[in-house]
C-alpha cells in the first residue's frame, strides 16, 4: 500500500471499512460482497482500475429477503449472488476476508 500516493492510500483504508469478503479472483477481476450505506452488496473491483471510481457494484440487499434485491441491470445479478449476500447478512458466510490493498496498480 505505500507505494501509493496519499489519495489511493487513503480510499484503501476507506474501503476496507466495508467489511469485504472475496467471492472468486478471475483475470485480475475480483468478485467481492461487501456491506455500504446500510446493504450487503456484491460488485467487481480490478486490478489497473482507477480507484476514485470504486466498486462497480452489481447488486445489494438490506435484509435476508430475497425481494430486498436491487439489481442494476435486469439479470445483473445470479441465484448464487443472492445467496452470498443473505449468508454475508446473517453472519455465516466462510468467504475469506478481502483487502482493497491487494488489488494492483491502482490509479487514482
Not at 11 to 33: D, Y
Not at 56 to 72: E, F, H, I, V
Not at 83 to 103: A, E, H, Q
Request: charged letters at 30%; aromatic letters at 12%.
Amino acid at each position: 500500500m505505500s507505494e501509493y500516493g496519499e489519495d489511493i492510500q487513503k480510499w484503501i483504508k476507506r474501503s476496507n471499512r466495508k467489511a469485504a469478503k472475496l467471492v472468486r479472483t478471475e483475470g485480475g477481476k475480483h468478485h467481492i460482497v461487501y456491506f455500504d450505506k446500510g446493504k450487503a452488496r456484491v460488485g467487481v473491483v480490478e486490478d489497473d482500475m482507477y480507484c476514485r471510481y470504486g466498486v462497480s457494484c452489481r447488486g445489494a440487499m438490506y435484509n435476508t429477503d430475497p425481494m430486498s434485491l436491487w439489481q442494476s441491470g435486469p439479470g445483473s445479478c445470479t441465484q448464487e449472488d443472492v445467496r452470498i449476500m443473505t449468508d454475508y447478512l446473517s453472519g455465516t458466510s466462510t468467504l475469506p476476508d478481502f483487502d482493497f490493498g491487494s488489488i494492483k496498480d491502482l490509479k487514482w
